[in-house]
């Protein structure tokens, strides 16, 4: 189910006080402060009062953390799920799926957040991967380890497993999801949700979704389709290169076909024609070659050549390959008519290519953008398409999420002709998606359903 928009505005037409002082109320009112007359009698409160305490300085102390604006245009699902349906949580022990971006509108880490919130108890943390702090090395095996604060475990969900176990679950009440995605569907941080709701089903256990924007908004839906023999951790469901929804619907998506007890708790004041800069949120650093907005854009642009030769550079800025003529290149691009986006010609060495100036994120099409770079990258130069064989799937159709765009550019199609072959499945895709947007953040193309009206699963 998800929670409905009319109940969670019930209150909008209530004075707003400061900011600060609201947050720093709402964690104190969790906490019961006897345990300072007996400190001996309660040391698990007496040591949240401790974490508090560290926490309403961070608050004061840094007021815009982040990269935020002063005031933040929507509440995420997390400051959502404190403030109007903390009972959803209230009494029970809580397992966190999460990392550094799981924080609040102002910058501050849900971790901390929950942890000295009374009334419910954090146990456990997973973490997916590059880990609960980001830095870990793409593809990079994760240990699991204890939390040198909290002193619970931090259960990697990117090592020996990536699903949760039995033995990871069977502590804790509820599983709540708090990771924010970039809007690919090949970054993995979506399929760790996936394998979570069928972690869900197999051990009884309710998961909750703590929803968070889509850095790329939630009108641009475009690329070739998933197919079944392509699924894997960079693809886990019949989605195309860029879905345009938030974890929430995406949760909602999977579910389909999964049954798990799960509750979406969306943002309040999101629409998803927003871009990230709309919602007023600091982008936290996502994955260390994703360090910020501009490289969560050029991701599907620059980075869909793996194994072929045409490859990126710059954190997702640049693409381009050996002995490419990085002038004729950046024409072809130019005169493509590809939206919101402007290629400028740039030579790396031996290989030529392009850097791109992102004009309007509104307009920019990641998706389509990274296909006609790809091809044309092929009609100028000399590469090579990875094969897949029935032992192994490659990266590059793991990402493509088919063999048959390796086979176009094999054929020397134009983009143009490749992108009209994906189109006819990515249009039953669009129509399919509708029953899992959430209707009170606007329409995609054109909505079923009802605003306001809750799904159960």
Not at 49 to 56: E, M, R, T
Not at 422 to 427: E, F, V
């Amino acid at each position: 189910m998800y929670m409905s928009g009319k109940k969670i505005l019930r209150d909008r037409g209530r004075k707003k006080s400061n900011k600060n002082e609201r947050q720093t109320l709402l964690m104190i009112n969790r906490i019961n402060y006897r345990p300072w007359l007996n400190p001996g009698k309660n040391k698990e409160k007496t040591r949240r009062i401790f974490c508090l305490l560290a926490l309403v300085v961070v608050i004061l102390a840094f007021p815009a953390a982040g990269t935020c604006n002063a005031t933040t245009a929507i509440k995420l699902g997390n400051e959502v799920l404190l403030e109007s349906y903390y009972h959803l949580i209230e009494g029970k022990k809580v397992g966190l799926v999460t990392n550094q971006t799981g924080v609040n509108s102002r910058g501050i880490s849900f971790i901390d957040i929950l942890a000295v919130t009374e009334g419910t108890k954090l146990v456990a943390l997973y973490a997916p991967e590059h880990g609960i702090d980001g830095t870990a090395r793409g593809g990079a095996w994760v240990e699991s380890y204890l939390h040198p604060r909290f002193g619970i475990p931090v259960y990697s969900l990117y090592g020996s497993t990536r699903m949760p176990t039995l033995a990871m679950l069977q502590g804790i009440d509820v599983l709540l999801f708090d990771i924010q995605d970039i809007g690919a569907r090949y970054y993995t941080y979506m399929s760790t949700l996936q394998y979570c709701l069928v972690a869900a089903v197999k051990y009884n256990k309710p998961l909750i979704v703590l929803d968070r924007p889509n850095p790329l908004g939630g009108m641009i839906v475009d690329g070739p389709v998933l197919e079944d023999p392509f699924k894997s951790f960079m693809g886990v469901d019949n989605l195309p290169m860029a879905h345009g929804m938030t974890a929430g619907e995406l949760a909602r998506f999977f579910n389909r076909r999964i049954g798990a007890t799960l509750t979406v708790v969306p943002m309040e004041g999101y629409h998803r024609t927003m871009t990230f800069q709309d919602t007023g949120l600091p982008f936290v650093q996502t994955s260390p070659n994703i360090p910020d907005l501009t490289s969560a854009y050029g991701y599907m642009a620059t980075g869909l050549g793996e194994g072929t030769g045409v490859f990126q550079a710059d954190k997702f800025r640049w693409i381009g390959g050996k002995g490419l003529d990085a002038v004729r290149y950046a024409e072809l691009l130019n005169g493509a008519g590809l939206p919101g986006v402007f290629f400028v010609p740039e030579v790396r060495g031996t290989a030529g290519g392009v850097r791109l100036e992102i004009l309007d994120p509104y307009r920019f099409n990641p998706a389509k953008s990274g296909i006609y770079a790809l091809a044309y990258a092929f009609m100028l130069g000399d590469f090579q398409v990875p094969k897949s064989t029935s032992n192994n799937v490659v990266s590059f159709d793991k990402i493509m999420g088919t063999d048959k765009i390796g086979r176009y550019l094999e054929e020397g199609l134009t983009p143009q002709q490749i992108e009209a072959c994906y189109t006819p499945a990515l249009q039953r895709f669009k129509q399919e998606r509708e029953y899992y947007l959430l209707p009170q953040y606007g329409p995609g193309t054109g909505m079923l359903g009802r605003a306001g009206a809750p799904d159960h699963y």
